[in-house]
């Protein structure tokens, strides 16, 4: 059974229908990424994912437990196998990264204090940032503070990591070094990974699979491998980088044309 599952959701604000009626499987261990252009409907699939909105229909079963339905208690539950690093961090600047990785082990398990300092020394080693645990967030740099974050949201070992925009504000460097940390966290813990992003080099090479959303639908689900190749138009438009609303004169028209065959003659 998949570790998550999404059926027919529709998800909609003020009579705008945001999410059309989607149908996705994660499988267990497998790293799935969601890709997409700005308003494709990535992070409303994403926070209908992990509980924190209803839908207007449909389901998300999350570990065989429907979170569009289930009570409150269910719900905290089932959250707590799932950790989350949102796009901005979203860090506590008056907490060091210490007190921040330490903050949901102090809220949801018993662990005497000693106990927590060695777990969020670890969680911190596990990300590269043993040492500067002691650091306030604003003292660290963007992919420091993205990497805390990861940190934070494995605090409690969860069965599923979710990424949102991980590699958002990093230049190239310090981005794919994000990625391979992503695989090694992957790899070695065994864990369930959603990524939302559409960065499309950091997305070919973290994903098992990649679910393309274009408009609140699906416009491909598959491998890396087959996304590549896929001749779907909306996907070849996002990965050939086609702008939406270009005037199509004639000139513009030849020179797309010409654009085209360099292209192909270089290949």
Known sequence: MPIISVRDLVVEYDGRRVLNGLN??????ETMVLLGGSGSGKSTLLRQIIGLERPKSGSVHVKGMDITRCSESELKKTRLSIGVAFQSAALFNSLTVEENVA????????????????????????????????????????GMKKRAAVARALALSPEILVLDEPSAGLDPIVAAELDELILLLKDNLQMTVIVVTHELPSAFRIADRIAMLYQGSFSSIGTKDEIKVSQNPRVRQFLDRIPENIIQTPEVKAYIDKYMQSQEAYQ
């Open 103 to 142: 903050l949901p082990l102090r809220e949801h398990t018993r662990l005497a204090p000693p106990i927590i300092d060695l777990v969020v020394w670890m969680k911190l080693a596990g990300v590269g940032l043993a040492d500067f645990g002691k650091l306030l967030p604003q003292e660290l740099s963007g």
């Open 24 to 29: 996705l499987d994660i499988e267990h261990g």
